[in-house]
Each structure stands twice: as C-alpha cells, then as structure tokens.
C-alpha cells in the first residue's frame, strides 16, 4: 500500500470487474474503471442506475459482490481503513452536526482526523475563509442556508487535504447560483492536484468535466472527454420545433432512421442515423399531419446521454 501522494498522469482509481447484489437485483454489474490524478471526473446516469453504490464500493463504506478496486495505491475492502485518511466523501444530504456551530463541525472533524490543536485551527480559519463562512462560525448548522450547508460540508470534507475527493450528487440540493460557485471550487481543488470523482444530474456540470463514465442499468455505457462522447455520437442531431412535441415523438418512433430521440423542453431532440434524415424526418412528420420545423443543430450532452441510455437526463427536483 502507498502513502505517497499520487503524481501527475497517475492512476487514483483503478476498479475491474467490479459488481454490486442486493439479494437479486444486480446494482452495479461488472464495472471497469480508471480515474487519474487531477481528473474531475464526472458519473452520470438515469436514478437507480447504480452511481452512489459504486461510490459508497469506493470508499470502502460498501462490500463489493466481485470485481477488484485499487484507490490511491490500497486495495479495497482490505485497506479499507487507511483509504478513509486520505478521501473526502461528501452526499447531498452533507452529513453535518445541525446541533452543532459550524465552527464545531469543523473542530470535531479536526479531531476525527487527529489534527494537532495549533494546525486545526489554522486550517479551519483558512476554510471558513475560502468558503465564505467566516461570519457564520458560531451559528448552528442546522439553521444555515442550503449553499452554505453545502460549502461547510465541503469544508469538512477537505479539512484533511485528501488526495481523492468523492462527491454523490453534492449540488442537488442548492440554487444555481451556488452550483456554480461549488463548481469553481471544485476547479480550485483539481488545480492544487486534488482528484475528483462527482455524480451529477445536470448536463451543464457534466459540460465541465474533464471526463465522463456514464452508467445505465449498473454497466459503463459510455467513458470519455465531453468533447470525445460527442464527436463519437453515433448519428446527427436534429431539432424538431413543433406545437406537439410528444405527438411528433410518437409519429417518429420505430422510424429506422430515428436512433434515438427525447423531449427537451418544448423541442424534440432526435438523433438521426441517415445522410438526408433532417428531410424524412420533416417528411413523416407532414404525412402524419404535424406541423414542424426540423433543423440540423449542434450535438451536446444530452444527445449522448439519450443515444446510450435510450432516456432524457433528469434533474432531480424533475425526476418522475
Ligand atoms: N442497501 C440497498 N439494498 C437494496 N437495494 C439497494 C441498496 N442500495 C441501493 N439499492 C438499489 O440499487 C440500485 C442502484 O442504486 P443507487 O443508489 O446506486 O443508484 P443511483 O444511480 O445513485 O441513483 P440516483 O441517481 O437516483 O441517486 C437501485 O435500484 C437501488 O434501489
């Protein structure tokens, strides 16, 4: 086992074969993955689709059912103990003490972590700084703000400067505008070395990874840069723009040329397999007596998400 931290290029996570059974149902189903230092990496998939279980098997907070992990140079399960000095594990829920200041949050973990008195409390104040709670120190958990629950939570996960910092889903729970405060954050940490491994539901998250594995059904569908999984999308993206959406959805299904195809908002996203299939899409659509504009439009995230898990992305609050 190694207690060095782990270099640049260097592989912090490395699972083979790694699966998840509760009883029969199969949560996470012969997974490799490979994650390298300063990478965020981040974990998408429709609910249930096994992210937080494969996370939780990370950390060692989860037996595996098979499959090897090898997290900054220990293996998992066995050096399951060591692992949690060196990781930060932080969930939408934020695992803070509400009865408890956020000063006190902070000082308990530094107890946790057996940090000498001088050193915890000059590396609280710096946190309590860098997350904008300096004013809040004595004000219990509990009543904060859902963004500064989340900031002290990160506080508290970063107290003791792991190396790996593992986040299930830390931003669903807050406004955009503290989103992407906790994303500059996130960049904050990668740029001093940290790793990041984050599960999201929001495409525009996913945008800024530097890497994506997306999971359905327990198995990595798709692993890549953003920018890979979107120049590797299997067809091209058309935007149809009609009254009906979920009409023109109906009428285009089974459609050979239709590979794949979602309701985003008010327009229908389809990913055509054919040369000419803006034209026959816009074709059919009349046929079956839809009004529509069917244009050719740039591919994102959502196209790739769609294409390899058949299902839109959902964001939690809008989840069925
Ligand atoms: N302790 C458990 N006992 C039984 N089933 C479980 C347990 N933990 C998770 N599951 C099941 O395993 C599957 C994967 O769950 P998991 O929480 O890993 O999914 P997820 O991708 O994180 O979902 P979401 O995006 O909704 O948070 C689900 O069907 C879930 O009900």
Same mark, same amino acid.
């Not at 950390?59 to 399951?80: K, M, T, Y």
């Not at 920018?227 to 149809?240: D, I, S």
């Not at 074709?283 to 769609?306: S, Y």
């Given at each position: ?19 998840? /059974?509760? #009883?029969?149902? %199969?949560?996470?189903?012969? $997974?490799?993955? &490979?994650?390298?230092?300063? @990478?965020?990496?981040? =974990? *998408? ?40 000095? /060196?990781? #930060?594990?932080? %969930?939408?829920?934020?695992? $803070?003490?509400? &009865?408890?200041?956020?000063? @006190?949050?902070?000082? =308990? *973990? ?40 989340? /900031? ?16 299930? @889903? ?151």
């Amino acid at each position: 086992m190694s207690t060095e931290a782990p270099r640049a290029g260097e592989q912090v996570i490395r699972a083979r074969g790694l699966s998840k /059974r509760f #009883g029969a149902l %199969t949560a996470v189903d012969h $997974l490799d993955l &490979d994650v390298r230092r300063a @990478e965020v990496f981040g =974990f *998408l998939g429709p609910n249930g689709c096994g992210k937080s279980t494969t996370i939780r098997m990370l950390c060692g907070l989860l037996r595996p059912s098979e499959g090897e992990i090898e997290v900054l140079g220990c293996h998992i399960p066995q050096d399951a103990e060591a692992l949690k000095r /060196r990781i #930060g594990y932080m %969930t939408q829920k934020f695992s $803070l003490y509400e &009865d408890l200041t956020v000063g @006190e949050n902070l000082e =308990f *973990l530094a107890t946790v972590h057996g940090l000498a008195p001088r050193a915890a409390k000059a590396r609280i104040d710096e946190l309590l700084e860098r997350y904008w709670l300096a004013d809040r120190r004595k004000q219990m958990a509990g009543t904060l703000s859902g963004g500064q629950k989340q /900031r002290l939570a990160l506080a508290g996960a970063v107290l003791h400067k792991p190396a790996l910092l593992l986040l299930d @889903e830390p931003t669903s729970a807050v406004d955009p505008q503290s989103r992407r405060e906790f994303w500059d954050s996130l960049f904050e940490l990668a740029e001093a070395g940290t790793t990041l491994l984050v599960s999201t539901h929001y495409m525009d998250e996913a945008e800024r990874c530097t890497r994506l594995g997306i999971l359905d059904a327990g198995r990595l569908v798709a692993d890549g840069s953003p920018q890979e999984l979107m120049a590797g999308l299997p067809g091209r993206p058309l935007l149809v723009d009609c009254a009906q959406p979920r009409q023109a959805q109906r009428a285009l299904e089974g459609l050979p040329e239709v590979l794949a195809q979602a309701q985003i908002g008010a327009h229908l996203r389809v990913l055509s397999g054919a040369a000419d299939g803006r034209q026959r899409v816009a074709a059919h659509l009349q046929r079956a007596g839809i009004v529509a504009t069917v244009e050719d439009t740039e591919a994102n995230l959502e196209d790739v998400f769609v294409s390899v898990t058949r299902r839109p992305a959902t964001a939690p609050e809008t989840a069925p």
